[in-house]
Structures are given as structure tokens and as C-alpha cells.
């Protein structure tokens, strides 16, 4: 079923939407929560509440790519359950890793008052990313949105670990400049 079939199911408020979208990105989303939260079970459950919350916000959003859509609450829904994880018991994952390689880079808060810098900050990244050349684009994906560890981003692109590493090291620097330059940072 197309995405705006399974859109519309959605706005029409069909039962039939969860399944297809199920059918259509189940495997996608509890990937993207697998490698954030580290067990199945928390990858289901994230991916559940991913459906939960589509339907949700179904009636106020019509997404244009479902599933960009559906991955973003994915990554959020798995992001927090990781840090709820994380905060009972203390220790350090990949992603929650991943995550502070980035914070030094970008700038932090969450007030509401900085929602439009936020904003900016967002569509910033976005622009930077589109613009770096294709492998270090791709890696810089593969840390920072799907969170891998680095070792499986070698193996995938078949490169050394180091490589990967000095890559993300020189892809955060950029960044952070890129950032400064913008005024953001």
C-alpha cells in the first residue's frame, strides 16, 4: 500500500492504518529502536508506542514522507527510553555515547523560549549534512541518527575503526565551525 493510502487510513481513523503501517515499516522501525535501546523488547514496545503516537498526531500532521515520519518518533520514543534506562541504572550505552560525542558540538537547553533556535539549529544540521561529500555523510548518519556503534559502521562500510573514527572526529569539528559561522554555537 502507498504511503498516502496509509496516510489517508490514518485521517479517516480506519483500524486498517496501524496494520498496514506495520506491514509497510515495522521491520524499518524496530531497527532504528534495536540499535538505539540494545534488546527486543524495548525496540517492540518503542515501536508499539511509535504507532500509538502516529495515530495521535495523525489528525493535526499529514507527513509528506511517512517514513521519515515514522522513524523520527521511533528515534525520539527510543532515545527517551534509553535515557530512563539509563538514569536508573547508571552506565553507558552506544547511543547514549554517540549522543554525548555530539553535545559538544551543539549547543544545549530546552526551555521553551529556545524552541525557534531550535529550530534553526535543526534545519542548520540538516543543510551541513546535505552538504558533506557522500562517505562522510553516510557515517556521520550511520553514528548520529542511527546511532551504530562503531565497529558495525566499519564493518558495513568496510573500513578500518580507525578510519570511521578519525572521519566523525574531522565531521564534528566541521560542524562545530560550521555552527560558529552560522551564529548558532
Known amino acids: 500500500m502507498e504511503d498516502v493510502q496509509i496516510v489517508e487510513l490514518y485521517w479517516q481513523r480506519s483500524d486498517r492504518a496501524i496494520a498496514e ?43 509528506t514522507v511517512l517514513s521519515a515520519f515514522l522513524g523520527r518518533i521511533t528515534r525520539s520514543l527510543s532515545i527517551d527510553r534509553l535515557k530512563a534506562k539509563n538514569s536508573r541504572k547508571r552506565g553507558g550505552g552506544e547511543a547514549a555515547l554517540a549522543l554525548d560525542e555530539l553535545a ?51 564493518e558495513k562500510l568496510g573500513f578500518s575503526q580507525g578510519k570511521i573514527k578519525s572521519s566523525l572526529f574531522r565531521t564534528r569539528r566541521k560542524l562545530r565551525s560550521y555552527l560558529q559561522e552560522e551564529g548558532l554555537c
Not at 22 to 44: L, M, N, V
Not at 104 to 114: D, M, S, V
Not at 139 to 153: G, K, Q, T
Request: contains cysteine.
Open 104 to 154: 559538544a558540538c551543539i549547543p544545549g537547553g530546552t526551555n521553551p523560549e529556545r524552541a525557534l533556535e531550535e529550530k534553526e539549529l535543526e534545519a542548520a544540521i540538516g543543510t551541513f549534512v546535505s552538504r558533506l561529500p557522500d562517505n562522510e555523510k553516510t557515517v556521520f548518519i550511520l553514528r548520529y541518527w542511527h546511532l551504530l556503534p562503531i565497529a558495525e559502521i566499519a
Open 21 to 63: 503501517t506495520s506491514q509497510k515499516y515495522g521491520r524499518y522501525c524496530r531497527t532504528i529502536a534495536r540499535h538505539i535501546c540494545g534488546t527486543d523488547e524495548d525496540a517492540e514496545e518503542c515501536v508499539n508506542d511509535t504507532w500509538f503516537r502516529a495515530w495521535n498526531l495523525m489528525p493535526d500532521q499529514r507527513p
